[in-house]
């Protein structure tokens, strides 16, 4: 089946204690992302990768970081977490096509909660 | 900037009701429009992606509008049911990220 997984799905946690988020897909797509979304504020992107080795920072990337070494993985990493990294977290990826990212459905993961005390 | 709103932000309606769904962008210049489905703290899933070359699409009892001209797309449900309560949010391509509404949560009463 074809699908982008997250783990884990939940995860509490403290100030400061290093921790990664995985996402992983089976579709074989060049271009994944990572989203996070908050009340209010709604869907805001964090990094995305083009492809392996390939990655940029999106809108909000303060304090998280990113490696794409493996075509199906791309990480998220909060070396040292706070309070106000608390959040749903979603990773997505697509096919990118011709290079453009806008051409094709972006498949979501089923998201990661994420609470830093 | 790219700009997506989503107007209602909350819809309640009677089961069998059809629902009427309206997102607006401010850049008309877009490769497509997604709609996704959110069930409360899950995942989004795709319900339909709508070229920037075709009006409209179709799956099921869904059915989506595209007018690039106007910036604006529209979700129709038909014959709503209970289970279809969720947030619905709309998304264009922007740079190399997807600029998402802020949602319509849709309630439908049995």
């Known amino acids: 089946e074809a699908q982008v997984t997250q783990n884990p799905r939940y995860l509490i946690t403290v100030t400061g204690k290093k921790l990664t988020v995985t996402c992983s897909q089976n579709?074989?797509?060049?271009?994944m992302s990572w989203y996070r979304q908050d009340p209010g504020l709604g869907l805001r992107q964090i990094y995305y990768?083009?492809?392996?080795?390939?990655?940029d920072k999106g809108d909000v990337p303060e304090g998280y970081k990113v490696s794409r070494k493996e075509k199906r993985n791309f990480p998220l990493i909060l070396e040292s977490p706070s309070p106000n990294q608390t959040s749903l977290y979603f990773c997505?990826?697509?096919?990118?096509?011709?290079?453009?990212?806008?051409?094709?459905?972006?498949?979501f993961g089923p998201g990661t909660r994420l609470t830093v005390l | 900037k790219q700009e997506v709103t989503q107007i209602p932000a909350a819809l309640s309606v009677p089961e069998g009701e059809n629902l009427v769904l309206n997102c607006s962008f401010t850049?008309?210049?877009?490769?497509?429009l997604q709609w996704f489905r959110q069930d409360p703290g899950k995942g989004l899933t795709s319900l339909l992606l709508?070229?920037?070359?075709?009006r409209e699409q179709t799956s099921g009892r869904l059915n989506a509008s595209l007018d690039k001209s106007s910036g604006r797309s529209t979700l129709y449900i038909a014959a709503s049911q209970p289970g279809d309560s969720a947030t619905y949010l709309c998304?264009?391509?922007?740079?190399?990220?997807?600029?998402f509404g802020a949602g319509t949560t849709v309630t439908v009463r049995a």
């Open positions: 997505a990826s697509s096919p990118n096509r011709g290079g453009a990212v806008g051409t094709d459905t972006q498949y």
């Open positions: 579709m074989n797509h060049e271009y």
């Open positions: 990768s083009m492809n392996v080795e390939v990655t």
């Open positions: 850049d008309s210049a877009i490769y497509n």
């Open positions: 709508i070229q920037s070359s075709q």
């Open positions: 998304a264009v391509p922007n740079d190399y990220k997807l600029s």
